[in-house]
Nanobody, 116 residues
Framework: QVQLAESGGGLVQAGGSLRLSCARS????????TGWYRQAPGKQRELVAT???????NYADSAKGRFSISRDNAKNTVYLQMDSLKSEDTAVYYC??????????WGQGTQVTVSS
């Protein structure tokens, strides 16, 4: 059974940093990209960053220059390094895996709270 386990969230002051991890267990056929999304209270879930199997990355405008997505294939883990955090980054962050069959997998989320 496939599981995506996020970790690394927490409470941090504005200007601080956090590194989120998404560890995958189980096999997924045809992964095309892994990414991070977030959902703030009362808002829709939005893309933060993605990384394809080829290593190409894509970032939301709000994340450019502050966040960095990377992966360790040997550990089946994708990371999101978040620097210069702002209060508007407060949200639940979810790991997402997309596949060639258009099936998607989601983690349960990790809370990030940035205090101003």
């Amino acid at each position: 059974q496939v599981q995506l386990a996020e970790s690394g969230g927490g409470l941090v002051q504005a200007g601080g940093s956090l590194r989120l991890s998404c560890a995958r267990s189980g096999s997924i056929f045809g992964i095309t990209a892994t990414g991070w999304y977030r959902q703030a209270p009362g808002k829709q879930r939005e893309l933060v960053a993605t990384i394809t199997v080829g290593g190409s990355t894509n970032y939301a405008d709000s994340a450019k220059g502050r966040f960095s997505i990377s992966r360790d294939n040997a550990k089946n883990t994708v990371y999101l390094q978040m620097d210069s955090l702002k209060s508007e980054d407060t949200a639940v962050y979810y790991c997402n895996v997309k596949t060639v069959t258009y099936r998607e997998y989601w983690g349960q989320g990790t809370q990030v709270t940035v205090s101003s």
